[in-house]
């Protein structure tokens, strides 16, 4: 299981942090990835680590603006989001996945477990 925390309402060029707690598993062994769906359009892949942290992916639209990391003692993914958007805002979700290994198609993985989602709405 996931939870995630952390969205809220932010104006346009703030920052928030989105924190994903995982139970019943170790991040360690799980990659993790945020997704974001807004409303009336599909959900896309925002960003990917791997189990070790060592390969991470971002959708284009958020490089050099969000960072995705992980801290395995607390189990727990997180994704710092800096200069908001209003195109950022989303539902976000988590989402885990056995193994280490996240390639360029990450996003069409099929998750093993996911979050109920958090809202991010930035407002401009």
């Known amino acids: 299981q996931v939870v995630e925390s952390g969205g809220g309402l932010v104006q346009s060029g703030g920052s928030l942090r989105l924190s994903c707690q995982g139970s019943g598993f170790s991040f360690s062994n799980y990659a993790a990835a945020w997704f974001r769906q807004a409303p009336g359009k599909e959900r896309e892949g925002v960003s990917c680590i791997s189990a070790t942290g060592a390969r991470i992916h971002y959708v284009d639209s958020v490089k050099g603006r969000f960072t995705i990391s992980k801290d395995n003692a607390k189990n727990t993914v997180y994704l710092e989001m800096n200069n908001l958007q209003s195109e950022d805002t989303a539902v976000y979700y988590c989402?885990?996945?056995?193994?280490?290994?996240?390639?360029?198609?990450?996003?069409?993985?099929?998750?093993?477990?996911w979050g109920q989602g958090t809202q991010v709405t930035v407002s401009s």
């Open positions: 989402a885990a996945l056995y193994g280490d290994f996240v390639g360029e198609n990450w996003a069409q993985y099929e998750y093993d477990a």
